[in-house]
């Protein structure tokens, strides 16, 4: 049977406050919060199995978690870098593009007490986009791409909506609500030709 693996005390109080704050968390990256539970539930003397229960994970994560933890300290709840390029994005900036999301993009319109639309930069996007995240993060900072972003977002399970445009309806009427073209306005008929194209608006 495996040793049973315990947590190490924390080294002094801010330590394990910063872990206990970050197990906690809703903004911080999933993978680094559950590595934070695995600490703060082994440090109220839950075992691994039942650690590996309440989270969802494998037994041998939570063993390799404590013993990460307990060599490394807060260091070891964060990736090691592969063999190849380390990661530009930081557990910090990650964190700060996740909570961007979250943010009212800045061109979007909201009604004033007034009666009036308006917005807090009329040339900013009125939805966010990947490619408007990409651009608001780099305007923090965050020396990011687009792939990176979609990747990071696609890993703690933000969901997107395909934008519609506002001219669009499911109301089966709207077209014929539509302004039609006068009545006195002939109808222009082309000769049709072997060379001519027999449809239109493909």
């Known amino acids: 049977m495996p040793k049973l693996l315990h947590a190490r005390a924390p080294r002094d109080g801010e330590e394990e406050r910063q872990i206990r704050k970050l197990a906690g968390a809703r903004h ?3 993978d680094w919060i559950q590595r934070a539970q695995i600490v703060v539930l082994s440090w109220e003397e839950m075992r691994g199995p039942a650690i590996a229960a309440m989270l969802g994970c494998h037994p041998e ?26 990661p530009r994005i930081t557990q910090a900036e990650r964190s700060q593009l996740i909570a961007l999301v979250k943010t ?8 004033e007490p ?16 990947l490619d408007a995240l990409t651009a608001a993060a780099r305007e ?43 009545a006195c ?18």
């Open 28 to 30: 911080a990256p999933a």
């Open 61 to 86: 994560t939570v063993r390799r978690r404590l013993r990460r933890f307990n060599a490394e300290g807060i260091d070891g709840l964060g990736d090691r870098p592969g063999p190849g390029r380390r």
């Open 104 to 111: 009212t993009p800045p061109g979007q319109l909201r009604w």
């Open 114 to 129: 007034w009666g009036e639309l308006e917005a807090d930069d009329e040339d900013g996007p009125a939805v966010w986009t």
């Open 140 to 182: 923090q900072g965050i020396d990011i791409h687009r792939s990176q972003v979609r990747r990071i977002l696609l890993k703690e399970g933000v969901r997107w909506r395909r934008t519609r445009s506002w001219t669009t309806s499911k109301d089966p009427d709207f077209a014929a609500k539509e302004r039609r073209s006068s």
């Open 185 to 202: 306005t002939p109808t222009r008929r082309t000769a049709r030709s072997s060379s001519a194209p027999t449809s239109w608006g493909r």
